[in-house]
């Protein structure tokens, strides 16, 4: 039978030392880390914001406009402009150019000089009779309350004072007087009832869009779809997003840690805020839109990375028990080669697969498909030159700690003992010594007289005293059998 080859890319064997590159990963991860948290700060401060915040996360609007004739996207954005916005973003919504999509910062159709316009003619029609004025944050409508009910004639006349100011504004029946199967009189006779609140309607964002977009481009424009955040809805969004990754950074620390070991845990972790932090710092460089489609693209290199931190993790604890040798870097080198192959392997496709997405897709895509190619690209590094580096360095930390406290508990061992107690444990350490070099001595001498206390060095003239002290019943019966008879060559051979 024909045996079958598969072409490998990293052949079996290879041995690339990995960790002792690690001092120099340690000093590109953190110049990397450092100047992307710099840029974050630079945009804080000069930019207004660390990032360029979707309306997800900032508030806005979103609309998809037709146009009945083709009209370029610079000339979009020159009408947009004219317009009176300055945040805004147009792309094509399909392959012609009769549709755009355009996301602005905008959520009100008011600025701030016409909110106060509409507040100064309200309150200058109604005076004192005016209990609260609130309009709504998209600018749409305002609510006025009297203190005392009012005719709907009565309240009629602010129609005119907001016409001068250039909006179309009209006031709302009550909705008690908007009931269906309701005959025309009745309608006019409930209209001459006083109520207490009113509502005045204002042109709406698509309104505007659709006539201003118009009058600018020549065309008839038509708003085939409008979305608005709120500032308040796009800070929590905001707020949760954050919290979405620290939980599962959380969550992944304690998986880590009930299936492999404590020690491997903070490598893990560690590797995954240096991908996030990275990723984040590509966006701010280049001021990218922070959406929370990029939100969902971080927590996807939040999981691809670990899966290439836990293959290794898996590998690094196999060969502890396989190799059974304590240099843990030269486990962990051999782990990451038989695991790089596969590694390789899984990136190359990955991230030609997002970067075949950032060349075909436009807008939002795109800005996903360019996260994740940073995050593949980091997310692979990690998994090599951070978090394993981070085991052996917790790993050593650990050792010595241990081995600090094993001297520590035997230097402390002997305080507080009874002086009688401190030197019997003193002789017997003594003598466990002298047995050993007893031991030494009987092969080397050739002789021994047990008579002498001294013995002379026959060729050098030098004389070494050894002084003898009383022991067991054993070790003198065993010092008798070491002595030689009588007769003998009666001292040390010279050394």
Do not use: C
């Amino acid at each position: 039978m024909a045996e079958h080859k598969f072409h490998e890319i990293i052949k079996p064997g290879t041995n690339f030392d990995f960790m002792g590159f690690r001092r120099k990963a340690y000093t590109i991860s953190g110049a990397a880390i450092v100047l992307s948290l710099a840029i974050l700060i630079f945009n804080h401060y000069v930019r207004g914001s660390m990032l360029n915040y979707a309306i997800d996360f900032m508030g806005g609007t979103q609309a998809v406009v037709k146009l009945d004739k083709p009209k370029s996207p610079a000339e979009v954005r020159k009408a947009m402009e004219a317009l009176g916005y300055k945040q805004f973003r147009v792309v094509n919504a399909d392959s012609s150019d009769t549709s755009y999509m355009i996301r602005m910062r905008s959520f009100s159709t008011l600025d701030d000089s016409t909110l106060k316009a509409i507040e100064k003619a309200i309150t200058g029609t109604f005076g004192d009779e005016i209990g609260r004025v609130r309009i709504s944050e998209a600018g749409d409508r305002v609510k006025i309350k009297f203190i005392r009910p009012k005719k709907f004639s009565e309240v009629l006349p602010v129609e005119a004072k907001l016409k001068a100011l250039g909006l179309k504004a009209k006031v709302q029946i009550p909705s008690k007087m908007e009931t269906g199967n309701e005959s025309d009189s009745k309608k006019k006779e409930e209209a001459t009832a006083p109520v207490k609140e009113y509502t005045i309607l204002l042109p709406s964002m698509g309104e505007k869009l659709e006539r201003g977009l118009s009058k600018h481009l020549g065309v008839h424009a038509t708003v085939q779809s409008l979305e608005g955040v709120g500032s308040q809805v796009g800070e929590k969004l905001r707020i949760n997003g954050i919290l979405s990754i620290l939980y599962a950074l959380g969550f992944i620390l304690l998986y880590i840690a009930l299936r492999f070991d404590l020690k491997f845990a903070p490598g893990a972790i560690i590797a995954l805020v240096h991908d996030v932090t990275i990723t984040v710092g590509v966006f701010a460089l280049f001021w990218r839109e922070f959406s929370l489609d990029i939100l969902a693209a971080l927590l996807t290199i939040v999981g691809y990375s670990l899966n290439d931190t836990i293959v290794v993790y898996d590998r690094i604890r196999e060969n502890i028990v396989k190799m059974r040798i304590r240099d843990l870097a030269r486990i962990i080198n051999v782990s990451i080669n038989e695991t790089l192959s596969r590694t390789l392997l899984t990136s190359l496709t990955t991230f030609f697969t997002v970067a075949a997405i950032y060349i075909v897709a436009t807008g939002v895509l795109q800005d996903f498909a360019f996260a994740m190619g940073i995050g593949i690209i980091v997310g692979t590094y990690s998994s090599i030159f951070v978090a394993s580096p981070v085991v052996i360095w917790l790993h050593d930390r650990i050792e010595s700690y241990k081995t600090q406290q094993e001297l520590d508990s035997v230097s402390v061992s002997d305080v507080g003992l009874p002086p009688e107690l401190r030197e019997a444990m003193e002789a017997e350490r003594a003598q466990r010594e002298g047995r050993s070099s007893e031991a030494d001595d009987e092969s080397e001498d050739d002789g021994y007289d047990g008579d002498d206390d001294s013995d002379d060095d026959e060729e050098g003239g030098t004389i070494r005293v050894v002084t003898k002290k009383k022991t067991s019943d054993d070790d003198k019966k065993s010092r008798k059998r070491r002595r030689r008879p009588r007769g003998g060559r009666g001292g040390r051979r010279g050394r």
